[in-house]
């Protein structure tokens, strides 16, 4: 049984800098990617960046690049996003989710099979 576990969400300033981390069980994930969302209230859930289990390749949003920064540790099963300089618009519940990698990252929620159960990133100005 696949599990994707979401921590480390909590309230920051603007300008500040918080870590959520996703552990992955109950398969092999060395063949998938894994990717980040987030959801603010009323709006669709958003894609934040990816990055490949294998070879640790990422990919970032437009409105995340140079301020977030994704990767992994293998022997924990693990994948962290870093978000530094927060802005109150990156408020939200943040998701992780896995789906197989076929050699393009997946930026739509459709292409994910597994995900978490999210964590909530609250950012105040």
């Known amino acids: 049984q696949v599990q994707l576990v979401e921590s480390g969400g909590g309230l920051v300033q603007a300008g500040g800098s918080l870590r959520v981390s996703c552990t992955a069980s109950g398969r092999t994930f060395s063949s998938y990617a894994m990717g980040w969302f987030r959801q603010a209230p009323e709006k669709e859930r958003e894609f934040v960046g990816a990055?490949?289990?294998?070879?640790?390749?990422?990919y970032y949003a437009d409105s995340v690049k140079g301020r977030f920064t994704i990767s992994r540790d293998n022997a924990k099963n693990t994948v962290y996003l870093q978000m530094n300089s927060l802005k109150p618009e990156d408020t939200g519940v943040y998701y992780c989710?896995?789906?197989?990698?076929?050699?393009?990252?997946?930026?739509?929620?459709?292409?994910?099979?597994?995900w978490g159960q999210g964590t909530q990133v609250t950012v105040s100005s």
């Open positions: 989710a896995a789906t197989y990698d076929f050699g393009s990252f997946e930026l739509g929620p459709n292409d994910y099979d597994y």
């Open positions: 990055i490949r289990w294998s070879g640790g390749k990422t």
